[in-house]
């Protein structure tokens, strides 16, 4: 039986209606149209559908949307505001640091997760945080090199 509720996304409130088990990938991509959220592996361990809740990273594709009721999420297209890139998207575009583009939405959220929690973070920290995110394309260098050149901005 659907249930209308209310998700905050980007400090935007959206009221849908679910299924309880409607995962939150699903709503966001589907329901909301925030395409920036892939659906990748749909198991939980290739960061695809990264997002994150009240800060921390989450695989959506895990996550009941019911269980995001009265949580702050954000998706990538959060990170652009007024027209103007996020230093981490603009980073990973003057570094190169993505080919294909899928896993870049769930890379950049991760890193953000990573520089807000330690704003200094080495590169095995960086390494470290972005475990749970899987590139075929670039090797991952880029990425750190993105990240490691606005640490502490």
């Known amino acids: ?14 009221e849908v209606e679910v299924e309880p088990n409607r ?3 699903d709503v966001i991509r589907d329901d909301i149209g ?7 592996c749909e198991i939980g ?7 994150l809740l009240d800060g921390k990273v989450v695989s959506s594709c895990l996550m009941l949307a019911v269980y ?7 998706t990538i297209e959060g990170l652009l505001k007024n027209g103007e890139l996020h230093p981490l998207q603009k980073a990973f575009v003057d570094y190169g640091s993505f ?3 899928f896993c870049t939405p769930g890379m950049v959220l991760a ?25 075929r394309c670039t090797g991952y260098a880029k990425v750190v090199e993105a ?3 606005i640490a502490g901005k």
């Not at 925030?34 to 990748?40: A, D, E, M, N, R």
């Not at 361990?45 to 997002?51: D, F, I, K, P, Y």
């Open 34 to 40: 925030l395409t920036g959220t892939k659906k990748g």
């Open 99 to 101: 080919q294909c583009g």
């Open 68 to 74: 995001a009721i009265g949580k702050k999420i954000t």
């Open 1 to 14: 039986m659907k249930r209308k509720i209310v998700l905050n996304i980007n400090d935007e409130d959206y």
């Open 147 to 149: 990240i490691q050149a």
């Open 23 to 25: 995962l939150l990938v």
């Open 111 to 135: 890193s953000k997760a990573i520089l807000d929690e330690n704003s200094h973070p080495s590169e095995h920290e960086i390494r470290e945080g972005l475990n749970g995110n899987l590139c």
């Open 45 to 51: 361990v290739c960061g695809a559908c990264t997002v």
